[in-house]
């Protein structure tokens, strides 16, 4: 009875698996297998021997290493500032009993927003055309300070439209996950406290976030692999010759290394994106032993 | 700590827009509550017991009203400065915490001179558990409890700093029969071991009948009657009240006072001197019941049931607002199961009539009278 009732079950889950199977577990193998092929050619299918070239070249690539730089500052950067920041509107929120729905629409709106879309109105305010300074400048001069071109401009000024983009575009999804986790605790807990006098620091320190930590761990998380993964968003503000800006991202080089001008190195493309799959994976399972580690306290 | 609630009245602003007057939760509440005691709060689900806790122990400001502890007003007083221990329904204990930071939680917000030290806290903290005897269970976590384990830690953690009132709000609704019956002895045990004014709100009235010294009966946020629970019991004062209390519940039929005799349909059952004919209710008590070839009353026999020193007697009358009349007798009388119906003779003092229009209770004799005033007036002694 019971193996007859597994073998349903395989059977249901059957559809499921062969998608997964032909459009994930495939895919995986295959880029795998490219990594370790040298020269593989799209046209001919061929390839001259296996080995580690492919990561050996990769790793040697000043532009690779640049974009390993630049994905490492994003991730570091916006990870931590983007939870914290959602956490603080968060509270904010959720201490605003009367306006609370409509605060969440608003900050939700940029969720819904085309990435590209909001990538030319980041273009309007911080790029530098022959009719204006956009926006950003504006402010800056009338504040006295002098000009910055943030789009073809000094490294740092780049850096930060891209940090800041990246903050302001996973802000939204924080703030909905965060708030309704702050929702969802208990009212008497903070009752419970408020009869023992507790502070109000104490509450949220001994309380409020240790009842959000799981939500907080999740947005860690997905933060560090969505972080990791960026590409659409640095491409809508800097184009897509994004080696001649100095700001590629490693899926950024792997795309380029496949289609872009420089493209047609699956292999080469293929080691990169193992090297990012090592990465997010050691990452991400540090972060789920540090959850795990913190549960007491 | 003498507890008196003077006038207090809580009104809430609707949210509703179909209902736009404002809900009272609390309505006139005036009671003195006497030092030292247990008092239950009893009524249904939503008639204001927890409103009144809640403005009690500070989380809610009443609308108007005072609230006395003892000789101090603490009407405007926050939460933390009327010294009050809460117990909430679902516990509210901290799940990240073990029991002992649970209850060291209340220990550790002390400012100033009451200031404890580590080990001052971890004493305080083991005799709070000691008395709730859960002191073998200071490391798990709350998760790691059973409901009734969980319940001690939450009066731990309410008497750990010794409040001058303890609030309980319906302490044993998510426990199962058999802890519940255990866990309310504790509680009364807990409870006069520490000498703490006491509330204990419940909405099951044998709860609040079995371990109080007072019950407090509230409907829709009035107050209906206050008393020792047997004299509640004994002398309702209104058909809410009679209706409420008692299990299995009274038994209530539509009557008439008519030419000085209460009638139950076309039987009289009782005589009702000098008493204005008009429609009433008759509540007579399970136990109200005595079996009598030539009672007054007749119903038709459904069925007995014999458990053992009692017998129930089920029964109906067209008269009775339910299908069934229930009445509880000694098992040495003899029914015969057989019988197509079955007469009663009713006791006068399990018997109480209602005006039909307002559900307040009438005095159909004097000899009835006389035993309630003197049940109010023992009331009135043990109180002073
Ligand atoms: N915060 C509130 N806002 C509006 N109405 C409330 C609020 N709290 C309670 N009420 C209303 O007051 C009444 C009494 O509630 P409550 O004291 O919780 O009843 P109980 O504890 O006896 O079940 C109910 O009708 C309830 O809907
Ligand atoms: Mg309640």
Known sequence: ?297 | MKVVLDHLTKRFPSRNKKQPEDVIAVNDFCFEIPDGKLIGLLGPSGCGKSTTLNLISGLEAPTSGKIWFGDDDVTDLPPENRGVGLVFQNYALYPHMTVRQNIMFPLENFKGAAKLSKPEMEKRALEAAKLVQIDGLMDRKPGEMSGGQQQRVAIARALVKMPRVLLLDEPLSNLDARLRLQTREEIRRIQQETGITTIFVTHDQEEAMSITDMIVVMEAGVVQQIGHPQDVYDDPVNLFVAKFLGTPAINVFTGKIEGGKLFIGDDAVLPAEGQPDREVFVGVRPEGFIPDENGPLCCALRGVEVMGRDTSIIASDPSCQSDTVRAIISSEIRIDRNAPEVRFSLKPYKTHVFDAASGERIYISEDEIRRSLDAQAAAEGEEA
């Open chain 1, 1 to 297: 009875m019971l193996e007859k009732n597994n073998r349903k079950a395989w059977l249901y889950l059957l559809p499921a698996m062969l998608f997964l199977g032909a459009f994930m577990v495939y895919p995986l193998v295959d880029v795998f297998i490219y990594s370790f092929e040298e020269g593989y050619n799209f046209a001919s299918q061929s390839y001259f021997g296996t080995g580690l070239y492919n990561y050996g070249y990769v790793l040697r690539d000043p532009y690779f290493m640049q974009a390993v730089k630049n994905t490492f500052i994003l991730v570091i950067i916006t990870v931590p500032l983007s939870t914290g920041i959602a956490l603080l509107i968060s509270l904010g929120l959720n201490s605003i009993k009367r306006l609370k729905e409509l605060y969440q629409t608003v900050f939700f709106l940029p969720y819904v927003t085309n990435t590209l879309a909001v990538g030319l109105v980041f273009m309007i305010l911080f790029k530098k055309t022959a009719y204006s300074d956009g926006l950003i400048n504006l402010l800056i001069t009338a504040f006295g300070g002098s000009a910055v071109d943030f789009i073809d401009g000094p490294y740092w000024a780049k850096m930060f439209v891209m940090c800041f983009y990246t903050v302001w575009v996973v802000m939204p999804f924080k703030i909905l996950i965060l708030t309704s986790a702050l929702a969802s605790v208990n009212q008497d807990y903070y009752n419970a406290a408020r009869v023992d006098g507790t502070p109000p620091l104490r509450i949220f320190t001994k309380i409020t976030l240790p009842m959000i930590a799981p939500m907080i761990f999740y947005l860690v998380i997905t933060g560090f692999i969505g972080a990791f993964k960026a590409y659409s968003d640095v491409v809508a503000i800097f184009g897509t010759d994004l080696n001649a800006a100095g700001m590629n991202t490693i899926v950024g080089y792997v795309y380029d290394m496949l289609y872009g001008n420089s493209g047609g190195y699956p292999s080469f493309a293929s080691a990169a994106a193992l090297i990012l799959f090592a990465i997010v994976l050691t990452i991400t399972c540090v972060n789920l032993l540090a959850s795990s580690n913190s549960d007491n306290f």
